[in-house]
């Protein structure tokens, strides 16, 4: 007799949705990657927000109650105009904008044509190129308060660099910071030398982004150097050289650092006292914490106005 045989049993078609919870787990897995990704973006994001707000926006909303209030025996009350009114009357208002407009001028002749000039040499050379950027842009590396320490040594009128330099070439020596007539001019030379290596990387990336096709052009045209950069280099780099300039002139008219250091803020005759340099005196010298914060409010109007009108002028001249 023989025994029985088991019949392998056909697997019946599965049951409706099956396939229901993986493709739940699925989309379940899916949404906490979406979740955890979002959460972790908006986190650093809200981080970024809260500092930038704490730092930047909480100072500057600060800084306008504080120009129309006055602080007295540890009371704050509403002063009105009255701040402003003050420093609209003090005469080392006036020559502080007198000083600045100065620096800021000077500053443009050397401090915006020298990069582009330099940038324009470099752009030329075929080797060694990379360290040559490095010699550029070392200033920038150093600390600022060393560096001006640095250019106050060149100028020391008996042992310093520039007057031996002028010894050596049979001129007279010059009281370079200790002179009203050159105390600002030699602020705007170390200001120069500090902050010139970033603007000029950014000027000679621009030329190397220029086609060699349209120099070619000019030059079966018969231009000359001059020309070429006249008619090919400055029209291609016209946004850059636009938002630099717009740049420097913000950063000069805010400029600090290197009078106060070299000059002790003030300089001869009060040469050397920038806007900036008031602020500075009417809150840490003369505890006029709303005059400072009024004056402060005056130079943030006067920049903004500024900015507003050259981008004005910026579009209609592109439209």
Not at 262 to 271: D, K, V
Not at 292 to 307: C, D, E, I, M, Y
Request: hydrophobic share 50%.
């Amino acid at each position: 007799m023989s025994a029985p045989t088991l019949s392998a049993s056909k697997p019946g078609p599965a049951p409706r949705g099956h396939h229901r919870p993986a493709g739940r787990n699925a989309a379940r897995e899916e949404f906490a990657r979406a979740l955890r990704r979002n959460l972790s973006a908006h986190g650093f994001l809200i981080g970024a927000v809260l500092c930038f707000s704490f730092f930047s926006w909480y100072p500057m909303v600060r800084e306008f109650f504080l120009a129309f209030q006055k602080t007295e025996d540890g009371r704050t009350t509403w002063a009105g105009w009255s701040n402003l009114s003050y420093v609209f009357n003090d005469p080392a208002f006036w020559q502080a904008w007198r000083n600045t407009l100065l620096f800021t001028v000077l500053a443009l002749v050397l401090g915006f044509a020298v990069p582009f000039v330099i940038a324009v040499v470099l752009n030329e050379f075929r080797h060694a190129q990379g360290y040559l950027r490095l010699l550029v842009y070392l200033p920038v590396m150093l600390p600022p308060v060393a560096s001006v320490l640095l250019f106050k040594y060149f100028y020391d009128p008996g042992y310093g660099l520039f007057n031996r330099i002028f010894e050596f070439l049979h001129l007279p020596a010059q009281q370079w910071l200790q002179d009203p007539d050159t105390s600002m001019l030699s602020v705007v030379i170390a200001a120069t030398w500090m902050n010139m290596g970033g603007a000029t990387l950014i000027y000679l990336a621009a030329l190397q982004g220029i086609p060699g096709e349209l120099y070619e052009a000019a030059e079966l045209d018969g231009a000359g150097l001059l020309r070429k950069i006249w008619h090919v280099t400055i029209p291609q780099t016209r946004l850059i050289l636009s938002l630099l300039l717009l740049m420097q002139i913000i950063a000069t008219m805010q400029v600090f650092t290197e009078p106060f250091l070299l000059t002790n803020g003030a300089g001869p005759e009060g040469s050397t006292t920038t806007v900036v340099y008031l602020i500075y005196q009417y809150a840490f010298n003369f505890n006029n914490y709303g005059s400072a914060a009024a004056l402060g409010l005056v130079l943030l109007v006067v920049l903004a106005g500024f900015s507003a009108a050259y981008v004005r002028l910026s579009r209609s001249s592109e439209d």
